[in-house]
């Protein structure tokens, strides 16, 4: 095991001009990610200039057997905090040998929306907040919950501390360290309010990057849950019953919502959300009707509102924003 431990912390960067570079990509759920390796001959900071590859795709549920080559196209680079060095997490998206965006790639079309010059110049920044769960691997319940059975009521546990109340910090703060290290614009991290249940949040971060920057952090976070033997669960409603469910909660502006002036374009912005409301439930994932029942800090599925620090609406309006314009 000393020797592995050796090999695992080698720096290959001080021996060879060589690196490791590690491809990522999203499965054909369209929330697994997937992952190889190859070597490079030096380093590489521009994922321009990274090779094309390809993957098995009907072993992803991604192509047919009959012609089941999948290409990887490099979109963005990190440093990677396992292997240290140079070497490097590239996200990638998939596409046919045709260069056809394949159904569980929509960064392709994201990437269009976002090179737009009227969406250029609004400066979108993005700050998403990731919950998760954390599942004993062999019998995929909490950690830190007796098995088969159930801890004390919701309460203790948001942003709890002591080992009756916080389970898991030793991953979720290992995963913090990892990102920052990774170049990923995390901003922080807490406890939530189901026992075994984290966030963290990535941004605020413009366009695009933002996306790059969520998948690799979950990545890096499926990576150490693997060193730690469990296993980490972004189901909306992991536990039935009245136990919060995990989502990944967005914070959006744009600089003329930032400028003044910017309550009454966030306002109007509101409302053309309202009038998408349904088409926009069905583009957010599978099994959020668990989740938004309008209890546990969320709204019903069906019904669209939004207020002022109100945590049951569906889009919360932070006080402190309201107090800024209130003084302009």
């Known amino acids: 095991m000393a020797l592995l431990s050796d090999l695992v912390n080698l720096n290959l960067s001080d021996s060879t001009e060589k690196i490791i570079a590690e491809y990522i990509w999203i499965g054909g759920s369209g929330m697994d990610l997937r992952s190889k390796a190859r070597t490079l001959e030096g380093p590489v900071d521009d994922p321009s200039k990274l090779p ?88 995929h319940w909490p950690i830190g919950w007796p098995v088969g059975g159930f801890p004390g009521p919701q309460g203790p546990y948001y942003c709890g501390i002591g080992a009756d109340k916080a389970f898991g910090r030793d991953i979720v703060d290992a995963h913090y360290k990892a990102c920052l290290y990774a170049g990923i614009n995390i901003s922080g991290i807490n406890g939530e309010v189901m026992p075994g249940q984290w966030e963290f949040q990535v941004g605020p971060s413009v366009g695009i990057s933002a996306g790059d920057e969520l998948w690799a952090a979950r990545y890096i976070l499926e990576r150490i849950t693997e060193i730690a033997g469990v296993v980490v669960s972004f189901d909306p409603k992991p536990i039935p019953g009245d136990w919060n469910g995990a989502g990944a909660h967005t914070n959006y502006s744009t600089k003329s919502m930032r400028n003044d002036g910017g309550y009454e374009i966030i306002k109007k912005a509101i409302e053309k959300l309202g009038l998408k409301h349904k088409e926009h439930i069905s583009a957010y994932g599978e099994g959020n009707e668990r989740r938004l029942t309008g209890r546990h800090e969320t709204a019903d599925i069906n019904t669209f509102l939004w207020g002022v620090a109100n945590r049951g609406a569906s889009i919360r309006v932070g006080r402190d924003l309201l107090q800024t314009w209130t003084l302009m």
């Open 52 to 139: 094309k590859w390809n993957y098995d795709g009907s072993s992803t549920g991604q192509a047919p057997g009959e012609d089941s080559e999948v290409i990887l196209y490099p979109q963005a680079i990190f440093k990677d905090p396992f292997r240290r060095g140079n070497n490097i997490l590239v996200i990638c998206d998939a596409y046919t040998p045709a260069g056809e965006a394949i159904p569980t790639n929509k960064r392709s079309a994201a990437a269009k929306i976002f090179s737009h010059p009227d969406v250029v110049a609004e400066e979108p920044w993005y700050g998403i907040e990731q919950e998760y769960t954390l599942l004993k691997k062999e019998v």
